[in-house]
């Protein structure tokens, strides 16, 4: 499956972005998909995923409660609403799938198999 994620862009403290990752494929339904982020200088970190099914979300700490993931499997996308966006929010996202991730998983970027090519989030104070 290849993915392609866009929506980033420069916001001020406070603001709103939606990220969307589009995906190839017609069994983007069996599909976990996950949001995780890498800011400068520091690892990549997961930030929410859908399990396989779809019928859970899993979120990171730091984003529960300001972000939401969504997914649309008519139209082979999932969403990241983010809101009440902070400096720290300041990244490159990367959405990411895997057909066989278990649950446990879903937060460890080593387990997704596909990525998309990231767009950058900036979040000026």
């Known amino acids: 499956v290849q993915l392609q994620a866009s929506g980033g862009g420069l916001v001020q403290t406070g603001g709103s972005l939606r990220l969307s990752c589009a995906a190839s494929?017609?069994?983007?339904?069996?599909?976990?998909m996950g949001w995780f982020r890498q800011a400068p200088g520091k690892e990549r970190e997961f930030v929410a995923a859908f399990s396989r099914s779809g019928g859970s979300t899993y979120y990171a700490d730091p984003v529960k409660g300001r972000f939401t993931i969504s997914r649309d499997n008519a139209k082979s996308s999932v969403y990241l609403q983010m809101n009440s966006l902070k400096p720290e929010d300041t990244a490159v996202y990367y959405c990411?799938?895997?057909?066989?991730?278990?649950?446990?998983?879903?937060?460890?970027?080593?387990?997704?198999?596909?990525w998309g090519q990231g767009t950058l989030v900036t979040v000026s104070s």
């Open positions: 990411a799938a895997d057909r066989s991730i278990i649950v446990t998983a879903l937060s460890t970027p080593e387990q997704y198999d596909y």
């Open positions: 494929g017609r069994t983007f339904s069996s599909y976990a």
